[in-house]
């Protein structure tokens, strides 16, 4: 067993494949003697129902998964959830984006990266939010989707970017309404009432307090230029 | 008519919505959402009742027609009948 500092928490993760500890090892706590705030295990029933998923993948990466899907099962109850989405950090801002796998998340954010001095991504597929003194805060955290993108930072979250794929750039607010009815599927919801009912209320205050878009977009800069002004509210710099 | 246990509606972002828990999360995946009125009929149908009963309270809270009550609880009668209700 071995505690690591992840999203603000020390997490004990008590994982039988060496594949977790190089995995997380960015992430490994300085006191190994101090109390966990939770601790993770993977049952037999939960690795072989993994296993059984299509795709050829090594027994550590299967358990490294399952790991992670029970770490976000805990975290409503404290203050925190996984919010499927990549987040873009600049000039100590955090952004994230959102859509459908296959939507193009990764090819606007790399363009974010590729136009603009300074930004930094905070995770680009798995991110954890917390809601700490009226804000939310955006972390970065060792499981970062197959392109393994992603540094151990944290930043406070300033807008939503939900993505679609479009022959024309047009961006539109949403209500906090629109952003509820979409957010729902990037969202690990809990199967206990108690950490359901918390991710309810972490998302009401999430499209309530951040301001929520929708890009609908081209593979350009013009779109990157589109999602900076609204989600900045600065002027795109040339 | 009765609301099955496992299913929590909360209000998120001003939209109505109702996510199953527990065992009933592994018979219904997703989600549904609700009009104000659904809610409220949701909510009412928390508790035991009959039809009439709800046409009468939907009466009560809301400016609205006999007939117009009668058919809102009918088509939400027969929406929970889909496995959401006992």
Known sequence: ?238 | MKIKSGLILRSVGGENVVVPVGEMSKKFHGMITLNETGAFLWKFFAEDHTQEEAVAALLAEYDVSEEIAQKDVAKFVEAISQGFAE
Request: include cysteine.
């Open chain 1, 1 to 238: 067993m071995m505690i690591y500092d992840i999203a603000g928490l020390r997490i004990d993760i008590q994982n039988r494949c060496k594949f977790t500890e190089k995995f997380c090892e960015g992430y490994l706590s300085d006191n190994q003697i101090s109390a966990a705030d939770l601790s993770v295990f993977v049952t037999n029933e939960e690795f072989y129902a993994e296993k059984s998923n299509p795709g050829n993948f090594s027994d550590g990466y299967i358990e490294n998964i399952c790991l992670y899907r029970n770490i976000c099962k805990q975290l409503p109850n404290l203050d925190r959830f996984l919010l499927h989405s990549a987040i873009l950090q600049y000039e100590n801002e955090a952004f994230a984006f959102l859509g459908k796998s296959g939507t193009g998340k990764s090819t606007h954010t790399g363009l974010w990266c590729k136009h603009l001095d300074g930004v930094r991504i905070v995770n680009g597929d798995k991110p954890i939010l917390q809601w700490k003194d009226n804000e939310f805060l955006a972390y970065g955290t060792p499981w970062m989707g197959k392109e393994g993108l992603g540094s151990n930072t944290v930043a406070p979250l300033k807008g939503l970017c939900f993505l679609e794929q479009s022959p024309i750039n047009e961006i539109v607010r949403l209500t906090p309404a629109q952003a509820a009815n979409r957010i729902f599927t990037q969202v690990l919801m809990p199967q206990d009432m108690e950490n359901a009912e918390k991710t309810l209320e972490l998302l009401d205050k999430l499209v309530t307090i951040v301001p929520s878009y929708l890009l609908k977009c081209t593979i350009s800069e013009e779109a990157v230029k589109l999602s900076f002004e609204a989600l900045t509210g600065k002027k795109y710099p040339l």
